[in-house]
């Protein structure tokens, strides 16, 4: 109490001087109300950012890496090599894949025209059913051979193909699995990676605001620079965490200027309940040191100081705890008054010597 009153004295003494306020209108300091209105209570969570897209790649066929043209941390576009096996063994496996087919396209070839003749023959009566059945068959069997032949050649270029491993799509290596002349199997990890192009944040929720949340579907999500971010439709996870009983929301995010990076921290405010409280303008606030107070106008319309409690600043109006009632006057522009002759305290003076009595005591 005797630190609040010094500091009060203190600030009585810095900006009170001067004669009584005049009666000419155009001398009257600009006021506003106390208004009542809605205040929405906001829980303030911590939630990260994270990639979209971000995976692992994985061999799929064996081999031994031959190059590694990237390394961590290196940007990539789609389609860029990342990694290359030593494919010997599937290129042979693609030249005895080609002779195959070469040598069943030839039977079939053959088989086409083995039937042509003797189906003209049967025409003429002059060969059995028997004959025909059975070059008809010749031609299907040969047939099918081809398509397998053309399939194994298809399965070996595929093969051969998976010695080349390119980015699936943009974006910066964050890991990588192998180096150079290991040997790899069908299904091990390679490279890791994440595209910047979409981000989007995650954060935790308390259980008991969940419900709330999940039917207003509205979160804010601001920088510590104080920036808000623009954000798309609010995903919420139909599980809860057996761990932390925390429900799991995510939100993408649009940001033109690239200075959102994947593990940043970003401050993300879901609202949680509404409830009614007095307003004032921000620019009604007058602080010194701990000191904050406003000017109110009294039943003569002379401003005078008081001490009020403030709560949360939103839209450029502050919230009043303490120390103002809905409808008094408040004076928007302190700052026009300090040092001026438009204020006097003498119509108080017994309130002044109590101040400086306490402070000296």
């Known amino acids: 109490m005797k630190h609040i009153a ?8 810095l900006v009170f001087t001067g004669s009584a306020l005049g009666d000419d209108a155009s001398s009257r ?34 081999g031994t890496v031959e190059k590694l043209p990237f390394d961590v941390d290196d940007s990539v576009v789609a389609g860029d090599l990342i990694v290359q096996l030593e494919g010997s063994e599937q290129r042979s496996r693609v030249t005895q894949a080609q002779g195959g087919r070469d040598e069943a396209r030839a039977a079939f070839a053959n088989a ?14 002059l060969v059995s059913r028997q004959e025909f059945d059975q070059a008809q068959n010749n031609l299907a069997g040969a047939k099918a051979r081809l398509e397998r032949a053309e399939a194994a050649l298809a399965e070996a270029r595929e093969q051969l193909s998976y010695t080349r491993i390119t980015a699936p799509y943009g974006g910066i290596l964050t890991e990588r699995h192998v180096e150079i ?9 390679l490279l890791s990676g994440l595209s910047l192009e979409q981000l989007r944040v995650v954060v935790d929720l308390p259980q008991q605001y969940a419900d709330l949340a999940r039917r207003e579907r509205q ?10 971010l623009e954000t798309g439709e609010i995903t919420f996870y139909p599980y809860a965490n057996p761990a932390t009983h925390t429900f799991r929301l995510r939100m993408r995010l649009s940001e ?24 004032i303008p921000v620019s009604s606030l007058v602080r010194r040191s701990e000191l904050r107070a406003v000017f ?34 408040v004076v928007i522009h302190p700052g026009e008054l300090i040092g001026t002759d438009r204020l006097n305290l003498s119509a108080e003076p017994a309130s002044r010597e109590s101040v400086n009595k306490e402070a000296g005591n």
């Open 6 to 13: 010094v500091l009060g004295t203190i600030f009585l003494g």
């Open 29 to 62: 300091p600009e006021t506003v109300p106390v208004e009542l209105g809605d205040l929405q209570e906001t829980l303030v969570l911590d939630g990260v950012i994270e990639a979209v897209q971000q995976s692992t790649v994985s061999a799929q066929t064996s």
């Open 112 to 125: 086409q025209q083995q039937f042509a003749r003797v189906e003209a023959v049967h025409e003429r009566g």
């Open 181 to 189: 002349g290991e040997s790899v199997s069908p299904g091990q990890p």
């Open 219 to 228: 979160a804010q999500v601001t920088l510590a620079d104080g920036r808000v």
């Open 256 to 279: 033109p200027n690239g200075s959102l990076f994947p593990g940043m921290l970003v401050k993300v405010g879901v609202p949680v309940a509404t409830r009614n409280a007095l307003w």
């Open 296 to 329: 109110v106008l009294d039943d003569q319309e002379r401003p005078r100081l008081r001490q009020v409690r403030v709560g949360t600043e939103q839209d450029g109006r502050l919230e009043i705890l303490a120390g103002l009632s809905q409808g008094e006057r």
